[in-house]
């Protein structure tokens, strides 16, 4: 049994955080009936989600210091980034409007903002400056209108969700096509990869758990699917890549 002060002060917390609801609290640490599965389940996904919400602030700032590092863009696919940034902005509008918990969709939201930092990164270092203005103006644009409630009908950000597996699998191809095409994975950033894959993969059971929704369910197996063939490519290609990338600095530097 928890002090009462630790208790209420846990509680809070957990509750705040919607890692639990109120029963489940009373049950799981209270009554410290520890075998309900329902609660477990729930505190487990829900840990899990506050987690991959978390890990999705810094997740792609690796991939967006590789690129100011080095100055260079070598290897990454703008469409393929494109289609990632349309697809993450869609899932994070879907999920708001249907009102699942923040934890079961937080990572759109962050994932968005520095997936698009990407995308104007590529086009900025690929010599794009008036398109790289006119990109940020549409992009922001497009995220006003869908964050205004009532705005886009419901029906609209379905359609925006269940495309979400198709543009999520092309998008990642054509970053797969470009790897396999150049024979290494250029800038591609190894531990951004990584930490897609195992979120990806996370979000099945998320998903299955505090939502329910087939689309979304169907979109992280797709969306693991493909990731899982980058992670594998990066790996595979380790020693070519750490290859060009040196022999790219020592033309920078010569």
């Not at 509008?93 to 520095?114: K, R, T, W």
């Amino acid at each position: 049994m928890l002090p009462p002060v630790v208790a209420e002060n846990l509680r809070w917390l957990m509750t705040s955080l919607q890692l639990i609801n109120e029963e489940c609290f009373q049950t799981l640490f209270i009554k410290g009936s520890v075998t309900d599965a329902p609660c477990l389940k729930m505190l487990l996904s829900r840990g899990l989600g506050t987690a991959i919400v978390a890990g999705s602030t810094m997740v792609k700032l690796p991939q967006v210091m590789k690129i100011v590092a080095n100055g260079d863009v070598a290897g990454l696919s703008f469409l393929g980034v494109l289609l990632e940034l349309l697809a993450v902005t869609a899932n994070g509008a879907y999920s708001f409007s249907q009102g699942f918990p923040f934890a079961a969709y937080g990572e759109s939201v962050f994932m968005s903002l520095q997936t698009s930092l990407i995308a104007l990164l590529i086009l900025w270092y690929g010599g794009n400056t008036l398109f790289t203005l006119f990109f940020s103006c549409v992009y922001g644009a497009l995220v006003l209108a869908l964050t205004q409630p009532g705005l886009v009908p419901d029906e609209v950000l379905w359609y925006g969700q269940a495309a979400n597996i198709p543009m999520i699998v092309l998008g990642k191809l054509i970053q797969a096509v470009k790897n396999f095409q150049n024979g290494h994975t250029g800038q591609l950033s190894a531990v951004t990869v990584f930490l897609l894959t195992a979120g990806s993969l996370a979000r099945i059971f998320t998903s299955i758990q505090e939502t329910g929704d087939k689309v979304m369910v169907m979109t992280f197996i797709a969306s693991s699917a493909v990731n899982v063939i980058l992670a594998l490519q990066v790996l595979y290609y380790w020693n070519a890549t750490k290859l060009v990338l040196e022999k790219q600095a020592k033309k920078k530097t010569s």
